[in-house]
């Protein structure tokens, strides 16, 4: 069984930076597509971002595209998310999600997803 754990989350100001973790346990990493989700309150769950195992592809939200990096850590089994110039509208739990590749996790893949985190919550004051 896939396990997710985020942390990382907390209270910033704008304009300020976060760095999300999420550890993966249970399946070899390099065949998992992992991504970034998150939930406002109020709002429906929507895709941050994503990046695949070698790590030279990505995808993300038009939202955050160049002020969100996601990035792998494979030698830890870590998925990154760095989220830079955060606005107040970027203030919701964030979920690290993962999806069973086919083989290696080669693709981009921004839906899908079977298995969760619990969640980090990211607070932004303006």
């Known amino acids: 069984q896939v396990q997710l754990v985020e942390s990382g989350g907390g209270f910033v100001q704008a304009g300020g930076s976060l760095r999300l973790s999420c550890e993966v346990s249970?399946?070899?990493?390099?065949?998992?597509?992992m991504a970034w989700f998150r939930q406002a309150a109020g709002k429906e769950l929507e895709f941050v971002g994503t990046?695949?195992?070698?790590?030279?592809?990505?995808s993300y939200a038009d939202s955050v595209k160049d002020r969100f990096t996601a990035s792998r850590d494979n030698s830890r089994k870590t998925l990154y998310l760095q989220m830079n110039s955060l606005k107040s509208e970027d203030a919701a739990v964030y979920f690290c999600?993962?999806?069973?590749?086919?083989?290696?996790?080669?693709?981009?893949?921004?839906?899908?997803?079977?298995?969760w985190g619990q969640g980090t919550q990211v607070t932004v004051s303006s």
């Open positions: 990046v695949n195992w070698p790590g030279d592809r990505a």
């Open positions: 249970g399946r070899a990493f390099s065949t998992l597509h």
């Open positions: 999600a993962a999806k069973r590749a086919e083989g290696l996790a080669l693709k981009v893949v921004t839906d899908g997803y079977e298995y």
